[in-house]
């Protein structure tokens, strides 16, 4: 019962955003794993290649569970004062119902602000190749069932002309990083804001025009090292703020406003690290989505200059749906390659001056924001 109640609500939905286009951006548990995701002016943070790859399941235990993946690979280029990125991300809804594939090209532009250089400004840009599917041979209407015999009608229903859209997108964001100087260590603050879907491309199957709501986000982090008089492994906290909103609501318009409210913590200690986050997501007035999220991972360094991040996180929801929908399950990798050097466009030396704001103390410990 509790199946065939899913498949009802994932079919109303999916109807919805192919009617519609009621649509709402996949969100990331684990936030800065995948940051070019949720800001593309972290492209160029690090000193040389980032790469980056995750991958989200929502509810497995559900028929036609979410699942999303997201690629990411930028390249520092004082060359080009600033970086360079890639981006991909393919997201299926309700057992291949909808289907979205998108590929991005990010430049940003890094400089230092200040006589003693402790802040870094980057300001970004990404353009977006969109294709988006819909597979209308997997929807049910009422009128192809019989009381008796089950579906065994033809719908009255017209199928779009048009299932496959193309489009172009693009994004826009700027970050700060700043590296406070405290006796015996340094503290290290990073804020930032992004407008994805800047120009609200059109995402409508039937040709009714309708464009997809245009979403802005922030966020507010900071690296805190802190010392153990008995132990020289260095240790951090990582308190984070995030907070997303697309669409809006209001009685002149019929496009529903999604928010998603992140605060939590990590705790990095040589090799590995915890992580408990807290996520709050109202889409009307009267309905939330509450979850706990716990973070374990792994990180270190190899060969010279290298490192690396591993983490897998778990959802927690409060409203009870864990139990039956098996939670939400996000995997994650990421490498770094400081001494990377791709045609003069990675780091090294050059005119520019740089900022090694979020180097930290030892060996292996990878820069998260």
């Given at each position: 019962?509790f199946?065939?109640?899913?498949s009802?609500?994932?079919?109303i939905?999916?109807?919805s955003?192919?009617?519609?286009?009621?649509?709402?951006d996949?969100e990331?548990?684990q936030?800065?794993a995948?940051?070019?995701?949720?800001?593309p002016?972290?492209?160029g943070?690090?000193?040389?290649?980032?790469?980056s790859l995750?991958?989200?399941?929502?509810w497995?235990?559900?028929?036609g569970?979410?699942?999303?993946?997201?690629?990411?690979?930028?390249?520092?280029?004082?060359v080009l004062?600033g970086a360079?990125?890639?981006?991909a991300?393919k997201?299926?809804?309700g057992?291949?119902?909808?289907?979205t594939?998108?590929f991005?090209l990010?430049?940003a532009?890094?400089?230092?602000?200040?006589?003693?250089?402790?802040?870094?400004?980057s300001l970004?840009?990404t353009?977006?190749m969109?294709s988006?599917?819909?597979?209308?041979t997997?929807?049910e209407?009422?009128?192809?069932?019989d009381p008796?015999?089950?579906?065994?009608y033809?719908?009255s229903?017209?199928?779009?002309?048009?299932t496959?859209?193309?489009?172009?997108?693009f994004?826009f964001?700027f970050?700060?990083?700043?590296?406070?100087r405290l006796?015996?260590?340094?503290?290290?603050?990073?804020w930032g804001g992004?407008?994805?879907?800047?120009?609200?491309?059109?995402e409508?199957f039937?040709?009714?025009?309708h464009?997809?709501p245009?979403k802005?986000?922030?966020?507010?982090?900071a690296?805190?090292?802190?010392?153990h008089?008995?132990?020289k492994?260095?240790?951090?906290?990582?308190?984070h703020i995030?907070?997303?909103?697309?669409?809006k609501q209001?009685?002149?318009?019929?496009?529903?406003k999604?928010?998603n409210?992140?605060?939590?913590?990590?705790?990095y200690?040589?090799?590995?690290?915890?992580?408990?986050?807290?996520r709050n997501s109202?889409?009307?007035p009267?309905?939330n989505t509450?979850?706990?999220?716990?973070t374990?991972?792994?990180?270190?360094?190899?060969?010279?200059?290298?490192?690396y991040q591993?983490?897998?996180?778990?959802?927690?929801?409060?409203?009870?749906?864990?139990?039956?929908?098996?939670g939400?399950?996000e995997?994650?990798?990421?490498v770094?390659?400081?001494?990377?050097?791709?045609a003069?466009?990675?780091?090294g030396s050059g005119?520019?001056k740089?900022?090694?704001?979020?180097d930290?103390?030892?060996r292996?410990?990878?820069?998260?924001f």
């Amino acid at each position: 019962m509790f199946r065939q109640s899913i498949s009802c609500l994932l079919f109303i939905l999916f109807g919805s955003i192919g009617f519609h286009a009621h649509a709402q951006d996949p969100e990331y548990s684990q936030l800065f794993a995948n940051r070019l995701h949720i800001n593309p002016a972290f492209a160029g943070a690090n000193k040389g290649l980032r790469m980056s790859l995750i991958h989200r399941q929502l509810w497995p235990n559900v028929p036609g569970p979410f699942n999303t993946s997201g690629f990411g690979l930028d390249i520092n280029a004082p060359v080009l004062n600033g970086a360079i990125a890639l981006t991909a991300m393919k997201d299926e809804r309700g057992e291949g119902f909808i289907k979205t594939t998108k590929f991005g090209l990010t430049y940003a532009y890094r400089n230092l602000l200040g006589k003693r250089g402790n802040t870094e400004f980057s300001l970004a840009t990404t353009i977006n190749m969109v294709s988006k599917s819909i597979d209308w041979t997997r929807f049910e209407f009422s009128d192809q069932f019989d009381p008796y015999y089950g579906k065994i009608y033809q719908t009255s229903a017209a199928q779009p002309g048009n299932t496959v859209l193309f489009y172009p997108d693009f994004d826009f964001g700027f970050t700060m990083n700043h590296r406070l100087r405290l006796p015996n260590k340094e503290m290290y603050i990073g804020w930032g804001g992004a407008t994805h879907h800047l120009f609200r491309p059109d995402e409508s199957f039937l040709g009714i025009p309708h464009r997809l709501p245009r979403k802005v986000s922030g966020y507010l982090a900071a690296m805190i090292p802190l010392q153990h008089a008995l132990s020289k492994v260095p240790t951090f906290l990582f308190p984070h703020i995030y907070y997303g909103k697309q669409g809006k609501q209001s009685a002149l318009s019929t496009d529903v406003k999604f928010q998603n409210f992140m605060a939590g913590c990590m705790f990095y200690k040589e090799w590995y690290f915890i992580g408990l986050d807290y996520r709050n997501s109202p889409y009307s007035p009267a309905k939330n989505t509450d979850a706990f999220i716990l973070t374990l991972g792994a990180d270190g360094g190899f060969g010279e200059g290298g490192s690396y991040q591993i983490a897998y996180s778990f959802d927690f929801n409060l409203n009870g749906l864990s139990n039956r929908t098996w939670g939400s399950h996000e995997i994650s990798v990421a490498v770094a390659l400081d001494n990377f050097r791709l045609a003069n466009l990675g780091g090294g030396s050059g005119s520019r001056k740089k900022i090694n704001c979020f180097d930290f103390p030892h060996r292996g410990v990878f820069r998260v924001f």
